[in-house]
């Protein structure tokens, strides 16, 4: 029934909670954060979610930039501790970006499902990531080989959920919306957004999350093995 798989890889494919979590520890020790009023790791890297998830809410509605995005992360959790050493931020930030995309860790049976669903379609990845790391990280993870095309906003000029960055990717890949099928864990990102262009949708929703409905996407699944019994 479908000719191209589009995959997102945050979430869905490439475990950026373990990678982030490993890299904040090792950013923890390299700079002694305890020094600065952060007790412990795990403080750390609760915060810092919670700041990052924010930020990324507002890039993806396109009230920020990148180059925000990343250096505010840390400006903003040293700003709630009284310090304002923003060279040191941006230090910081450009050793966690670069420790983080290079951590090897997939979501359970990524790879197993990729090596069976690649002799089968072709497959490509669209993601709101930025381009420079994305390929890191999927060649960190070996799974940079299984996949065709890469889209970004950097080279369809939209983020998901905009229809815009679906539409570019299937001009790229020459594909009619029905031939196509989008596999991803955010709910408005990818679902709501794969649906605006016309094309069919797996959720992957692995911790079961309730979610407003909207739509239906045309399946649902808790573990990537069971794309094996929808494709």
């Known amino acids: 029934m479908y000719k191209h798989l589009f995959f997102d890889l945050d979430h869905t494919l490439w475990d950026h909670n373990t990678n982030s979590k490993l890299a904040l520890d090792e950013v923890y020790l390299h700079f002694d954060l305890h020094t600065y009023g ?22 993806e509605q396109g009230k920020i930039s990148q180059p925000e995005l990343r250096h505010q992360r840390f400006r903003m959790i040293f700003s709630e501790l009284g310090c304002y050493d923003y060279s040191l931020c941006d230090e910081i930030s450009d050793k966690y970006i670069n420790i983080s995309v290079r951590k090897p860790n997939l979501l359970p049976n990524a790879k197993l499902v990729l090596e069976y669903l690649f002799p089968k379609y072709p497959l490509h990845i669209i993601t709101n990531g930025f381009m420079e790391v994305q390929d890191i990280k999927m060649t960190a993870g070996g799974i940079k080989h299984y996949f065709k ?26 594909a009619k919306p029905s031939e196509c099928i989008m596999i991803g864990d955010s709910f408005q990102s990818d679902i709501v957004g794969a649906h605006q262009a016309g094309i ?5 929703n692995p911790d079961g999350r309730a979610q407003e409905l909207t739509l239906k996407p045309k399946h649902e699944v808790k573990d990537l093995i069971e794309l094996k019994g929808i494709f």
């Open 38 to 59: 952060i007790l412990s790791s795990v403080q750390f890297y609760t915060i810092f979610n919670k700041i990052n998830h924010q930020l990324w809410d507002l890039y």
């Open 149 to 174: 095309e890469i889209v970004t906003f950097q080279n369809s000029g939209y983020k998901k959920p905009e229809a815009g960055i679906f539409e570019y990717a299937l001009d790229l890949v020459g």
């Open 200 to 204: 069919d949708t797996v959720f992957f």
